[in-house]
């Protein structure tokens, strides 16, 4: 059974800046598109972003500019470097292989942006 770890959230004032990491194990990574979404309570889930095995990336329209995901294929992670946050940014982000999901899930890492 693979696993993965999501962490690097926290609070954080707006205009601020987070890196959120996705650690992967027990799976083959390297080959896979990797997606970041979020979900706030009482919303829908969002996709966020999304990098393909080769690198080439793709951004919700309520992030782009502000959101980069990256990853590193040696240390089977994914990040999310988040800079110029809004209060709307707020939600718990997971990660998962894009498009078809693993079979498992990480906890999430809760993201709070607030003054």
């Known amino acids: 059974q693979g696993q993965l770890v999501e962490s690097g959230g926290g609070l954080v004032q707006p205009g601020g800046s987070l890196r959120l990491s996705c650690a992967v194990s027990g799976s083959i990574f390297s080959i896979y598109a990797m997606e970041w979404y979020r979900q706030a309570p009482g919303k829908e889930r969002e996709l966020v972003a999304v990098i393909t095995s080769d690198g080439r990336t793709n951004y919700a329209d309520s992030v782009k500019g502000r959101f980069t995901i990256s990853r590193d294929n040696a240390k089977k992670t994914v990040y999310l470097q988040m800079n110029s946050l809004k209060p709307e940014d707020t939600a718990t982000y997971y990660c998962?292989?894009?498009?078809?999901?693993?079979?498992?899930w990480g906890q999430g890492t809760p993201v709070t942006v607030s003054s």
């Open positions: 998962n292989r894009y498009p078809s999901r693993f079979d498992y």
